[in-house]
Protein backbone atom coordinates (compact mmCIF):
# COMPACT_ATOMS: atom_id res chain seq x y z
CA UNK A 1 0.00 0.00 0.00
CA UNK A 2 1.04 3.52 -0.93
CA UNK A 3 1.94 5.81 1.78
CA UNK A 4 0.30 8.92 2.23
CA UNK A 5 2.61 12.15 1.17
CA UNK A 6 2.84 14.42 4.11
CA UNK A 7 2.59 18.16 2.56
CA UNK A 8 3.70 20.98 4.41
CA UNK A 9 0.15 22.55 5.34
CA UNK A 10 0.10 19.51 8.06
CA UNK A 11 -2.40 20.09 11.06
CA UNK A 12 0.76 21.38 13.63
CA UNK A 13 2.18 23.17 10.02
CA UNK A 14 5.35 22.77 9.20
CA UNK A 15 8.42 25.08 8.77
CA UNK A 16 7.82 28.34 7.45
CA UNK A 17 3.79 26.80 7.30
CA UNK A 18 0.84 29.32 8.56
CA UNK A 19 -2.39 26.56 8.92
CA UNK A 20 -5.64 28.12 8.71
CA UNK A 21 -5.83 26.84 12.77
CA UNK A 22 -2.88 29.07 13.43
CA UNK A 23 -3.91 31.83 11.15
CA UNK A 24 -7.04 32.49 13.18
CA UNK A 25 -5.01 32.62 16.56
CA UNK A 26 -2.96 35.19 15.47
CA UNK A 27 -5.57 37.25 13.82
CA UNK A 28 -7.46 37.20 17.16
CA UNK A 29 -3.88 37.92 18.97
CA UNK A 30 -3.57 41.12 16.68
CA UNK A 31 -6.94 42.26 16.85
CA UNK A 32 -7.18 42.12 20.70
CA UNK A 33 -3.06 43.78 21.43
CA UNK A 34 -3.27 46.20 18.37
CA UNK A 35 -6.93 46.36 17.38
CA UNK A 36 -5.30 45.49 12.94
CA UNK A 37 -8.26 43.35 12.02
CA UNK A 38 -6.19 41.02 9.66
CA UNK A 39 -9.41 39.59 8.77
CA UNK A 40 -10.20 42.16 5.65
CA UNK A 41 -6.58 41.89 4.11
CA UNK A 42 -5.18 39.49 1.57
CA UNK A 43 -4.71 35.94 3.68
CA UNK A 44 -1.92 34.86 0.77
CA UNK A 45 -0.01 38.04 1.77
CA UNK A 46 -0.52 37.84 5.60
CA UNK A 47 0.06 34.43 5.69
CA UNK A 48 3.60 35.40 3.65
CA UNK A 49 4.63 37.69 6.12
CA UNK A 50 3.59 36.03 9.19
CA UNK A 51 5.97 33.13 8.00
CA UNK A 52 8.79 35.25 6.77
CA UNK A 53 8.92 36.86 10.74
CA UNK A 54 8.09 33.59 12.09
CA UNK A 55 11.26 32.60 10.42
CA UNK A 56 13.27 35.55 11.78
CA UNK A 57 12.54 34.85 15.20
CA UNK A 58 13.40 31.17 15.09
CA UNK A 59 9.99 30.11 15.55
CA UNK A 60 9.67 26.23 13.55
CA UNK A 61 6.10 25.72 13.55
CA UNK A 62 3.11 28.68 13.25
CA UNK A 63 2.25 26.95 16.75
CA UNK A 64 5.57 27.70 18.21
CA UNK A 65 4.85 31.32 16.77
CA UNK A 66 1.39 31.62 18.58
CA UNK A 67 3.21 31.33 22.00
CA UNK A 68 6.01 33.19 21.35
CA UNK A 69 3.46 36.02 20.28
CA UNK A 70 1.59 35.03 23.45
CA UNK A 71 4.86 35.11 25.98
CA UNK A 72 6.80 38.41 24.10
CA UNK A 73 4.84 41.29 25.25
CA UNK A 74 6.50 43.71 22.02
CA UNK A 75 5.96 40.66 19.69
CA UNK A 76 2.20 41.63 18.19
CA UNK A 77 3.30 45.49 17.80
CA UNK A 78 6.26 43.88 15.65
CA UNK A 79 4.12 42.01 13.96
CA UNK A 80 1.46 44.04 12.75
CA UNK A 81 4.20 46.43 11.55
CA UNK A 82 5.81 43.68 9.60
CA UNK A 83 2.70 43.08 7.85
CA UNK A 84 1.55 47.06 7.55
CA UNK A 85 4.39 47.93 4.22
CA UNK A 86 5.29 51.49 4.61
CA UNK A 87 6.41 52.02 1.05
CA UNK A 88 6.41 55.62 -0.60
CA UNK A 89 8.08 58.15 -1.62
CA UNK A 90 7.82 61.97 -2.39
CA UNK A 91 6.25 62.72 -5.90
CA UNK A 92 5.61 58.59 -5.54
CA UNK A 93 4.49 57.92 -9.87
CA UNK A 94 4.95 62.04 -11.18
CA UNK A 95 2.66 61.78 -13.67
CA UNK A 96 -0.25 61.38 -11.67
CA UNK A 97 1.11 64.69 -9.04
CA UNK A 98 1.62 66.46 -12.74
CA UNK A 99 -2.63 65.63 -13.52
CA UNK A 100 -3.57 66.73 -10.22
CA UNK A 101 -1.22 70.22 -10.82
CA UNK A 102 -2.43 70.70 -13.94
CA UNK A 103 -6.40 69.82 -13.70
CA UNK A 104 -7.79 68.64 -10.41
CA UNK A 105 -6.58 70.69 -7.91
CA UNK A 106 -6.96 74.06 -10.29
CA UNK A 107 -10.83 72.15 -10.72
CA UNK A 108 -10.82 72.23 -7.06
CA UNK A 109 -10.49 76.01 -6.35
CA UNK A 110 -12.69 77.24 -8.88
CA UNK A 111 -15.28 75.21 -7.73
CA UNK A 112 -14.83 76.92 -4.32
CA UNK A 113 -14.15 80.34 -6.16
CA UNK A 114 -17.51 79.90 -7.87
CA UNK A 115 -19.74 78.75 -5.19
CA UNK A 116 -17.84 81.15 -2.64
CA UNK A 117 -16.48 78.88 -0.04
CA UNK A 118 -13.10 79.25 1.65
CA UNK A 119 -12.67 75.72 3.14
CA UNK A 120 -10.90 72.84 0.62
CA UNK A 121 -10.04 69.82 2.05
CA UNK A 122 -7.34 67.31 1.22
CA UNK A 123 -6.94 63.86 2.39
CA UNK A 124 -4.19 60.68 2.13
CA UNK A 125 -5.47 58.10 3.37
CA UNK A 126 -2.09 55.13 4.34
CA UNK A 127 -0.01 58.09 4.25
CA UNK A 128 2.87 55.99 5.34
CA UNK A 129 5.49 58.41 6.61
CA UNK A 130 3.62 61.81 5.25
CA UNK A 131 5.51 61.51 1.40
CA UNK A 132 2.21 61.76 -0.30
CA UNK A 133 0.70 64.50 2.09
CA UNK A 134 3.79 66.66 1.73
CA UNK A 135 3.57 66.22 -1.96
CA UNK A 136 0.37 67.71 -2.30
CA UNK A 137 1.61 70.86 0.40
CA UNK A 138 4.81 71.51 -1.85
CA UNK A 139 2.62 71.48 -4.74
CA UNK A 140 0.39 73.92 -3.31
CA UNK A 141 3.23 75.80 -1.72
CA UNK A 142 4.67 75.98 -5.45
CA UNK A 143 1.91 76.55 -7.51
CA UNK A 144 -0.78 77.43 -5.72
CA UNK A 145 0.24 80.66 -3.82
CA UNK A 146 -2.71 83.28 -4.22
CA UNK A 147 -5.46 80.23 -4.02
CA UNK A 148 -3.66 79.18 -0.57
CA UNK A 149 -3.92 82.83 0.71
CA UNK A 150 -7.33 82.71 -0.36
CA UNK A 151 -9.08 79.60 0.87
CA UNK A 152 -8.56 77.49 3.94
CA UNK A 153 -6.58 74.75 2.86
CA UNK A 154 -6.12 71.58 5.03
CA UNK A 155 -4.22 69.07 4.55
CA UNK A 156 -4.91 65.60 6.36
CA UNK A 157 -2.51 62.32 6.57
CA UNK A 158 -4.26 59.03 8.00
CA UNK A 159 -2.39 55.69 8.82
CA UNK A 160 -2.98 52.79 11.10
CA UNK A 161 0.27 52.85 12.08
CA UNK A 162 1.12 55.61 15.02
CA UNK A 163 4.80 54.74 14.96
CA UNK A 164 4.86 55.89 11.07
CA UNK A 165 2.70 58.47 11.85
CA UNK A 166 5.64 59.67 14.39
CA UNK A 167 7.91 59.75 11.87
CA UNK A 168 5.75 61.50 9.18
CA UNK A 169 5.42 64.37 11.91
CA UNK A 170 9.27 64.62 12.37
CA UNK A 171 9.48 65.00 8.48
CA UNK A 172 12.78 63.97 8.13
CA UNK A 173 13.82 61.41 5.16
CA UNK A 174 16.41 59.61 3.32
CA UNK A 175 17.63 60.52 -0.03
CA UNK A 176 15.97 58.00 -1.47
CA UNK A 177 12.55 59.14 -0.51
CA UNK A 178 13.37 62.09 -2.78
CA UNK A 179 14.77 60.39 -6.09
CA UNK A 180 11.52 61.38 -7.58
CA UNK A 181 11.39 64.89 -6.56
CA UNK A 182 12.40 67.32 -9.15
CA UNK A 183 16.19 69.01 -7.89
CA UNK A 184 14.63 72.63 -7.37
CA UNK A 185 12.06 70.96 -5.15
CA UNK A 186 14.17 69.19 -3.18
CA UNK A 187 16.32 72.30 -3.14
CA UNK A 188 13.83 75.11 -2.54
CA UNK A 189 12.16 73.22 0.76
CA UNK A 190 14.64 70.36 2.54
CA UNK A 191 18.00 71.23 4.50
CA UNK A 192 20.02 68.01 4.14
CA UNK A 193 22.08 67.63 7.45
CA UNK A 194 24.27 64.67 7.82
CA UNK A 195 22.58 63.09 4.83
CA UNK A 196 19.14 63.14 5.65
CA UNK A 197 16.83 65.56 4.10
CA UNK A 198 14.67 68.04 6.59
CA UNK A 199 11.50 69.35 5.39
CA UNK A 200 11.36 73.03 5.64
CA UNK A 201 8.13 73.87 8.78
CA UNK A 202 6.29 75.85 6.83
CA UNK A 203 5.18 73.20 4.28
CA UNK A 204 5.63 70.57 7.03
CA UNK A 205 3.34 72.56 9.18
CA UNK A 206 0.48 72.49 5.79
CA UNK A 207 -0.44 69.29 6.84
CA UNK A 208 -1.92 67.36 9.87
CA UNK A 209 -1.88 63.77 10.97
CA UNK A 210 -4.17 61.13 12.75
CA UNK A 211 -4.40 57.35 12.95
CA UNK A 212 -7.68 56.03 11.47
CA UNK A 213 -8.65 52.89 10.31
CA UNK A 214 -9.83 52.89 6.95
CA UNK A 215 -11.73 50.38 8.26
CA UNK A 216 -13.48 52.02 10.57
CA UNK A 217 -13.44 56.04 8.72
CA UNK A 218 -14.17 58.74 10.42
CA UNK A 219 -12.94 61.30 7.87
CA UNK A 220 -14.91 64.48 7.13
CA UNK A 221 -18.13 64.88 4.64
CA UNK A 222 -17.21 67.19 2.07
CA UNK A 223 -13.46 66.52 1.53
CA UNK A 224 -12.59 67.53 -1.80
CA UNK A 225 -9.37 65.24 -3.15
CA UNK A 226 -8.56 62.22 -1.54
CA UNK A 227 -5.57 60.01 -2.57
CA UNK A 228 -5.61 56.25 -1.22
CA UNK A 229 -3.13 55.06 -3.17
CA UNK A 230 -1.17 51.29 -2.92
CA UNK A 231 -3.37 51.02 0.35
CA UNK A 232 -6.09 48.32 -1.18
CA UNK A 233 -4.22 46.24 -2.65
CA UNK A 234 -3.58 44.69 0.40
CA UNK A 235 -7.02 44.04 1.04
CA UNK A 236 -9.81 41.50 0.27
CA UNK A 237 -12.05 42.69 -3.06
CA UNK A 238 -15.42 43.23 -0.29
CA UNK A 239 -13.22 45.24 1.71
CA UNK A 240 -11.84 47.27 -1.30
CA UNK A 241 -15.12 47.47 -2.55
CA UNK A 242 -16.95 48.74 1.20
CA UNK A 243 -13.82 50.93 1.76
CA UNK A 244 -13.97 52.87 -1.44
CA UNK A 245 -18.10 53.28 -0.71
CA UNK A 246 -16.78 55.34 2.57
CA UNK A 247 -14.57 57.00 -0.06
CA UNK A 248 -17.50 58.24 -1.87
CA UNK A 249 -19.56 59.31 1.32
CA UNK A 250 -16.45 61.48 2.40
CA UNK A 251 -16.30 63.35 -0.55
CA UNK A 252 -18.17 66.60 -1.04
CA UNK A 253 -20.39 65.89 -4.71
CA UNK A 254 -17.82 66.49 -7.52
CA UNK A 255 -14.75 65.34 -5.28
CA UNK A 256 -11.66 63.34 -6.73
CA UNK A 257 -10.36 59.81 -5.16
CA UNK A 258 -7.35 58.78 -6.37
CA UNK A 259 -6.23 55.73 -6.28
CA UNK A 260 -2.79 53.31 -6.98
CA UNK A 261 -1.53 52.71 -10.44
CA UNK A 262 -2.38 48.91 -9.70
CA UNK A 263 -6.10 49.71 -7.95
CA UNK A 264 -8.85 49.86 -9.91
CA UNK A 265 -12.54 50.68 -9.12
CA UNK A 266 -14.84 47.36 -8.69
CA UNK A 267 -18.02 46.00 -8.16
CA UNK A 268 -20.91 48.58 -7.07
CA UNK A 269 -18.19 51.19 -5.92
CA UNK A 270 -17.78 51.64 -10.13
CA UNK A 271 -21.75 53.54 -9.94
CA UNK A 272 -20.14 56.02 -7.49
CA UNK A 273 -17.74 56.87 -9.52
CA UNK A 274 -16.75 58.41 -13.18
CA UNK A 275 -13.41 57.53 -14.17
CA UNK A 276 -11.22 61.34 -15.39
CA UNK A 277 -7.99 59.60 -16.22
CA UNK A 278 -8.20 55.49 -16.09
CA UNK A 279 -4.43 55.86 -16.91
CA UNK A 280 -3.73 57.79 -13.47
CA UNK A 281 -6.41 56.02 -11.73
CA UNK A 282 -8.33 59.63 -11.02
CA UNK A 283 -11.55 59.23 -10.49
CA UNK A 284 -14.83 61.97 -9.71
CA UNK A 285 -17.96 61.24 -7.27
CA UNK A 286 -20.78 60.74 -9.59
C1 LIG B 1 2.44 51.03 0.79
S1 LIG B 1 1.96 52.28 1.93
C2 LIG B 1 1.30 53.49 0.83
C3 LIG B 1 1.85 54.87 1.10
C4 LIG B 1 1.39 55.95 0.12
N1 LIG B 1 -0.04 56.01 0.06
C5 LIG B 1 1.97 55.71 -1.24
O1 LIG B 1 1.29 55.26 -2.16
O2 LIG B 1 3.16 55.98 -1.41
C6 LIG B 1 0.51 51.58 2.68
C7 LIG B 1 0.11 52.27 3.96
O3 LIG B 1 -1.21 51.84 4.29
C8 LIG B 1 -1.29 51.77 5.69
N2 LIG B 1 -2.43 50.92 6.08
C9 LIG B 1 -2.54 49.57 6.04
N3 LIG B 1 -3.72 49.17 6.55
C10 LIG B 1 -4.39 50.31 6.90
C11 LIG B 1 -5.66 50.55 7.49
N4 LIG B 1 -6.48 49.56 7.81
N5 LIG B 1 -6.01 51.84 7.73
C12 LIG B 1 -5.18 52.88 7.41
N6 LIG B 1 -3.96 52.70 6.86
C13 LIG B 1 -3.56 51.43 6.60
C14 LIG B 1 0.04 51.17 6.09
O4 LIG B 1 0.32 51.39 7.47
C15 LIG B 1 0.99 51.89 5.14
O5 LIG B 1 1.56 53.03 5.72
Same mark, same amino acid.
Given at each position: ?????????? %?????????? %????????????????????????????????? !? #?????????? *????????????????????????????????????????????????????????? !???????????????????????????????????????????? +??????????????????????????????? *? +????????????? %??????? #???????????????? *???????????????????????????????? !?????????????????????
Amino acid at each position: MQRPILTTSG %RDGARGDVPE %RSYEKIRRILKTMTGLRLENYKSSCVKRRIAVR !M #TSVGCDTADQ *YVDFLLTEKAEAGILAKKLTIHVSKFFRNPSTFAKLKDEVIPDIFSRHRLEGSRSVS !MASIGCAAGEEPYTLALILADCFREDLSRFNVSIHGTDIDSGIL +HLAENAVYGAESLDETPPEVRDRHFTCKDGK *Y +HLDPLVRNMVSFA %RCDLLRP #TCKAATDLILCRNVLI *YFERSSQETIISSFAESLREGGFLVLGKTETM !MGKARELFLPVCRIERIYRKA
